[in-house]
Structure formats: structure tokens, C-alpha cells
């Protein structure tokens, strides 16, 4: 007997549902389906300042985010039309090559009206009559769908996935009106996910405007405009230059692969880079819990990786075990914001440091952040009162969006099996 979509997918739907294959849903163009251009074709040389906008890996996820409309480079109309790769509004975009599993659709308000995609990506256009392409994307990102199609890997030395795969990719569909009904509710709560990464994308720009106007402009609660010399130059008095590792202790984690989970019941997740810019997965390794308590990483910890992407984040993932190329950053003596901000301060000269390692994976050495100086106030309390307010109210709003990501989650594989009837 020939197998049917959704044969290898664990759900039993709704009678009135029916297993279909991507391929069955797409729109009626000729070019429904397509692969990036060659790679040869949208190398760098033919790169402009503006344009039109290529995506690539970086603008989309492994994770439910939809679409990262941002990080672009560019192309001409004219090598647009000539590479004839267009993405719109409802396209459902795949990654081809290397971080496979990351599915994304261009949404509604993005900032450009057409996009080409890069060489790695492939294109989906779908027929709205039979399916709502963000019920569509819905589905094909969901943890449960990255994993299938990180199974599909067709590739040795780099992860594949080609045309075929991406057209056979299972997907059950209910009546339109219940797709509708279910793309409502999981809207709802992107929505709420959204507006949370917005109030917390405004107030760290305020914190970073605050703490610009008191370290570098010298405009801060009660400045007297007296200064002093430093090797700094000019300094408010009494003020004091430390590196960053007189401020902040920087643990570095365990080579975690030492450290395996005894069983699938108790365990830490490793947090890696990976988990670091996406959270935990269900790809994530599992570690011992039997290791050190201080690499044990709890909500609120901050987190420093100095390989590869370099970024600084508070985590906000739930427990987790510190792997080798990240920093937990602590400090007995100074508050977390004073660490983070100092740390985002010297972020670009490290990742500057970093890129120019090109025999190695980019990173930075310790001696890098004993180079790094900081100011150090002598009014730090009355800092405090205006920043660590603003920092807890990020990392709550993190807290709150990852709970809802979570809701969403599990809602979505409820919603789109029939398990959850709507």
C-alpha cells in the first residue's frame, strides 16, 4: 500500500479533515515552488547599498517568529528581475541549506513590498482558496514540523533540503472557516508576544539614551561639572576607571558533552549559542543535573557568549546548563544593569576583535575584557533607583512572552491536529 501524507505524523484528525501535501496547495503560477538563484549569481559583487532586499537564513527562525524583517542586503531591480526569485506578502520561505528546519511567511506591514530570496532559500506560493498560508505556516514551523524536516536532511557535510522534500511536507487541512477561526486565536497571541517585544525593544533604548547621557555626556543625578584625570581622559570627580573583569566575574561553561543526562526523565537542557538567540528546543542536548551548581543557569541570569555570535542577553529560558563559549556574568559589588550595559558598551569592539580571527571561529580572550575599561560613579545608588527598574521590567516582559510562546505552542498543535475543536 503507497503511503499517504501524514502517514508518518503522529495525529488522529477529525473526520472532516484530510491529510494533504504541500504540493497540493499551492497557487496556480508556473513558478509556485521555487529555489533560490545560484550562488554564483547573488554572490556579494553584485551587492548595493539599497534596493531591493535579499532574504537569507538570518531572516528567518527556528522558532515561531514569522518573519526577522531586517539585516538585508541588496540587490538592483534590474539583477532582481534578472535572478526572477521574487518573495511577497503570504509567501511561505524555507531554508534550503545549513540552519534546516527555519520556516518563516512575509507578513502584512513589512518594510518592503517585494523581496528577492538568496540562494540558500526556497519559495512557497499557495492557493488561498484552499488554505490560509498562515494557517500553512502555522503548521510547517510549528517544533513538531522542524523536526521533520530536520530528518529530511539530504545533505554530508552541509544540512539539505531540496524542492521535493519541501513539496511533499505533509499538512492537514480543515474547512477554510476553520482555518480562519484557528489562525484568529494563535494571531491573537503572536500579537501579544509582539507588543511585548516592542515595549521591551522601547525601553531598552531609554535605558541605553540614560546611561549614554550619565557615562558619556556626564549628565547625571546631582553632577557637579567638576572633573578629574583618567586614563579615560576627563572623569566627573571621584568617579574611577575599572576593566570589565573588576566589575563582573565571568564563568565560563563546562564542555557539557563530558556531562551526559543519565536518563529522558531528569535532566538539564545545554544551553548553547543556539539556545542563547532561540531558547530550548526539542533539539536542545540533555546534561547531567549532577553538575556544579554555580554552571546551572536560572531566569534572570546574564549571559555573555564570546564565540561565534557574540551577544549579551539575560536568560528568561528556564533551568538550564551553562555550556562552553558562554559567560555567566555575576557581580557581588555593582548591579546587573551597570554589568550589561558596560558589556553591550564594549560589544562592537569585541565582535570587531572577533571578526578579524580567520583562521579560527571568531571569538574574544579574556585578556580582551581586562582591556575593557569602565567608568565606575561614585552615586550609584541613586543610579540604581532609575535603571534596575527598567531592567526588571524587561526581563518580566521576556518571562511573559516566553509563557506566552509556550501557550501558543501547544494551542497550535491542539488547533491544527483537531484535538482542540474551535
Request: charged share 20%; aromatic share 10%.
Amino acid at each position: 500500500m503507497s503511503s499517504k501524507p501524514g502517514d508518518n505524523i503522529n495525529f488522529n484528525l477529525p473526520n472532516h479533515w484530510t491529510w494533504h501535501q504541500l504540493n497540493d496547495l499551492i497557487s496556480e503560477d508556473k513558478r509556485s515552488i521555487i529555489s533560490g538563484p545560484f550562488g554564483s549569481n547573488i554572490s556579494s559583487k553584485y551587492f548595493v547599498d539599497e534596493g531591493i532586499p535579499v532574504i537569507r537564513g538570518n531572516n528567518l527562525s527556528l522558532s515561531l517568529e514569522r518573519f526577522i524583517d531586517d539585516g538585508y542586503v541588496f540587490v538592483s531591480e534590474e539583477k532582481a528581475n534578472e535572478l526572477n526569485a521574487w518573495a511577497e506578502k503570504d509567501d511561505i520561505l524555507f531554508t534550503a541549506a545549513g540552519t534546516i528546519g527555519q520556516v518563516g511567511i512575509i507578513g502584512e506591514n513589512t518594510k518592503f513590498r517585494k523581496y528577492i530570496i538568496s540562494n540558500k532559500q526556497i519559495r512557497v506560493r499557495l492557493n488561498k482558496e484552499l488554505i490560509n498560508p498562515l494557517f500553512a505556516y502555522y503548521w510547517l514551523a510549528c517544533p513538531l514540523m522542524i523536526e521533520y524536516i530536520k530528518q529530511r536532511n539530504t545533505g554530508s557535510t552541509i544540512p539539505l533540503i531540496n524542492l521535493s522534500i519541501v513539496k511533499s511536507l505533509p499538512i492537514p487541512v480543515p474547512p477554510i472557516s476553520e482555518q480562519n477561526k484557528i489562525v484568529l486565536i494563535l494571531s491573537t497571541l503572536d500579537q501579544k508576544i509582539a507588543l511585548n517585544r516592542q515595549t521591551n525593544s522601547t525601553l531598552e533604548s531609554i535605558a541605553k539614551v540614560i546611561f549614554n547621557e550619565w557615562f558619556v555626556n556626564f549628565n547625571f543625578p546631582e553632577a557637579t561639572g567638576s572633573l578629574q584625570d583618567s586614563d579615560l581622559g576627563k572623569i566627573p570627580q571621584g568617579w574611577k576607571v575599572l576593566p570589565l573583569d573588576e566589575i563582573a566575574d565571568f564563568l565560563n561553561g563546562l564542555a557539557l558533552q563530558k556531562f551526559p543526562a543519565e536518563n529522558d526523565l531528569s535532566y538539564l537542557p545545554v544551553i548553547k549559542i543556539r539556545e542563547l538567540k532561540n531558547g530550548i528546543t526539542n533539539s536542545s542536548d540533555k546534561a547531567s543535573r549532577e553538575i556544579p551548581s554555580k554552571y546551572i543557569i536560572q531566569d534572570g541570569d546574564l549571559l555573555f557568549s564570546w564565540s561565534g555570535t557574540l551577544e549579551v542577553k539575560f536568560w528568561v529560558g528556564g533551568e538550564g546548563a551553562l555550556n562552553q563559549h558562554l559567560f555567566k556574568v555575576t557581580s557581588k559589588d555593582y548591579p546587573m544593569w551597570f554589568c550589561y550595559f558596560w558589556l553591550l558598551h564594549h560589544l562592537d569592539e569585541f565582535r570587531s576583535i572577533a571578526e578579524d580571527k580567520t583562521t579560527t571561529m571568531g571569538h574574544i580572550q579574556r585578556g580582551h575584557i581586562s582591556s575593557a575599561l569602565c567608568l565606575v560613579p561614585n552615586n550609584l545608588e541613586q543610579m540604581d533607583i532609575v535603571l534596575k527598574p527598567i531592567l526588571e521590567k524587561i526581563i518580566n516582559n521576556e518571562k511573559e512572552a516566553l509563557s506566552l510562546k509556550q501557550i501558543r505552542d501547544e494551542l497550535l498543535l491542539r488547533l491544527t491536529s483537531g484535538k482542540l475543536a474551535v
